[in-house]
């Protein structure tokens, strides 16, 4: 497996708190992708970062805020969680965005609101 | 926007049956990856294919891609318990900064 972590792993909150969970990555890869994954929807891109401080959104980025400072890692940030945003979180990252790159996903993290 | 449909989204298969999922997508894609999840983990990577009409087989696991590159599938032949998960395809679009669109994904029980 690529040397991608999470964390935390596993987090249970509350409505209205903020909440940044943490991707970091061994590889030095320079694309970065923070996905949620729901039933019935899949996998659904949130924000995704081509470089240090190079950021843009994906297609259900509403609610959510990224910051990348260092290329290993990448953070993703609900500044006020809602019981929507209730899901498991993926981390990816590629050697590049050109076509033929694969994605390595982390492991996950779990995000509970209530 | 890029649309990548897949089907079914559940699929249950006596043990040594085969299995197809199918992936529709409303665009012209430059390439299609396809990554397994297993129950509990995260995707992992499969295959890639990026030639019209292109085949290649992994296996057991033989992935398509259509003369149009619009559309893919992957079939299982003879499905073992191991082959137990959920299959996405990943589709990448033409133009651009080329985005990848996963679809819903196809879950795969394997009844022994």
């Known amino acids: 497996d690529a040397g991608i972590t999470q964390s935390p792993r596993h987090k249970v909150t509350e409505t209205g708190t903020p909440v940044t969970l943490r991707c970091h990555q061994t590889?030095?890869?320079?694309?970065m992708y923070w996905y949620r994954q729901d039933p019935g929807h899949g996998l659904r891109l949130i924000h995704y970062?081509?470089?240090?401080?190079?950021?843009d959104k994906g297609e259900v980025s509403d609610g959510y805020s990224v910051s990348r400072s260092k290329t290993e890692d990448f953070l993703l940030t609900l500044e006020s969680a809602t019981s929507s945003q209730t899901s498991v979180y993926f981390c990816?990252?590629?050697?590049?965005?050109?076509?033929?790159?694969?994605?390595?996903f982390g492991p996950g993290t779990r995000l509970t609101v209530l | 926007g890029q649309q990548v449909m897949q089907i079914p989204q559940y699929q249950h298969v006596q043990e040594g049956e085969d299995f197809t999922t199918y992936c529709n997508s409303s665009?012209?894609?430059?390439?299609i990856q396809w990554y397994k999840q297993r129950p509990g983990g995260h995707p992992v990577f499969l295959i890639q294919l990026v030639k019209s009409g292109e085949v290649k087989k992994q296996k057991r696991l033989t992935f398509q891609f259509g003369e149009a590159k619009k559309n893919s599938s992957l079939h299982i032949t003879a499905t073992q318990t191991t082959d137990v998960g959920t299959y996405f395809c990943a589709g990448r679009n033409s133009g651009g900064y080329q985005k990848v669109t996963f679809g819903i994904g196809t879950k795969l029980q394997v009844i022994p």
């Open positions: 590889e030095n890869h320079r694309y």
């Open positions: 970062s081509y470089g240090v401080k190079d950021t």
């Open positions: 990816a990252i590629s050697e590049s965005g050109q076509q033929y790159n694969e994605q390595f």
């Open positions: 665009t012209t894609l430059s390439n």
